[in-house]
């Protein structure tokens, strides 16, 4: 029996004729799992067998057709009865005589995913605080800090699985506008890789933005325009060279009187 074993890249054990991968390494309920692959060498019409395992629940069965340049592919829906056990995962594909491919990937049902729902309060220094509403689903929110030298706030979570976080974000608080007043895009940084976002609702009072992350993400970065610990930094600066200027003309004005 030949064995080759991969995930999420192509790659063949020594002699081997199959390989086999998945387009991600974790899934949730009702997402969609692409299963793919390359025969080195066709054997007329045979066809890939491929097998979904749970520990030894068989899950599902296919055969698979090969294309004419050696590639095959297959996609399983994520949902129904069998499956409702989180956990590892096991996809097993068989090519002719003895030719035979694993890869693993990490599931978990709609029933196990975690989703929070809480107001996180920010210290904002000397203007106090104010409060972020939030809901995470995938993992949880540690901390929420202002980053005043990046106009920005910097949510700090521990992702337990792929998932996503909406922020409701007082404008009075952060905010991300044009010079006109409009309101501009805000830069979303996880792990301090630029990424998308939406968002989902905008009044007068918040702006509410929906953001996917993946498990081990541990740092998102809300980069716009102003935020509250700016105000005060500003405010002293103001005030120092308003102090500076006030002994200095007071200074000269002692000197030109001796």
Known sequence: MILGVISIGTAFAEGSLVSVQTNDSNYSEGDTIIISGKIITIIGDTQVTM???????????????????????????????????????????????????????????????????????????????????????????????????????????????????????PRESIGAEKQNGQDETFIILINDAQTTYEEIQSNLTFRTVEINFEKGDSEIQIIGTYVIPEFGTIVMIILTIGILTSVLLTKNKFQIKI
């Not at 995962?89 to 599931?107: P, R």
């Open 51 to 169: 097998q979904l395992f749970k520990g030894d629940t068989l899950i599902e069965i296919a055969q698979i057709k090969v294309s004419q340049d050696g590639n095959y592919l297959h996609t399983i829906i994520a949902q129904g009865p069998l499956w409702q056990s989180q956990g590892s995962y096991m996809v097993k594909v068989t090519y002719g005589e003895g030719n035979i491919a694993e890869t693993l990937f990490d599931y978990i049902p709609e029933s196990k995913i975690i989703e929070t729902t809480g107001e996180f309060p920010v210290d904002a220094g000397d203007s106090g605080t104010f409060d972020v509403k939030y809901t995470i689903r995938g993992g949880i929110v540690e901390s929420i800090e202002t980053e005043p030298e990046n106009l920005g706030l910097l949510v700090k979570i521990n992702s337990l699985d792929n998932g996503k976080i909406i922020l409701e974000l």
